[in-house]
């Protein structure tokens, strides 16, 4: 059975991370425990897709790795 993959791409900032939902996009505070609570509504074969910021994307990167949701960190060139 082949299984589809949701790409999802996730714009991090110091303070917030815009997904690219389907509309309206959503724009959340780059907080743990925020960020907990809405990769818990996304599908379970869900990939993250964002770019390395400076470590502002740990936050994210850590949620995920926690739910075991893919993520792909790339460089930002």
């Given at each position: 059975?082949?299984?589809?993959?949701?790409?999802?791409?996730?714009?991090?900032?110091?303070?917030?991370?815009?997904?690219?939902?389907?509309?309206?996009?959503?724009?959340?505070?780059n907080?743990?425990?925020?960020?907990?609570?809405?990769?818990?509504?996304?599908?379970?074969?869900?990939?993250?897709?964002?770019?390395s910021?400076?470590?502002?994307?740990?936050?994210?990167?850590?949620?995920?790795?926690?739910?075991?949701?893919?993520?792909?960190?790339?460089?930002?060139?």
């Amino acid at each position: 059975m082949n299984k589809t993959i949701k790409y999802l791409g996730v714009d991090v900032a110091k303070s917030r991370l815009d997904f690219d939902l389907p509309a309206p996009s959503q724009q959340i505070a780059n907080e743990p425990s925020v960020i907990h609570q809405v990769l818990d509504t996304l599908p379970a074969d869900t990939h993250l897709i964002c770019e390395s910021t400076g470590g502002y994307e740990a936050a994210l990167a850590c949620a995920a790795h926690n739910i075991e949701m893919r993520i792909s960190i790339l460089p930002p060139q």
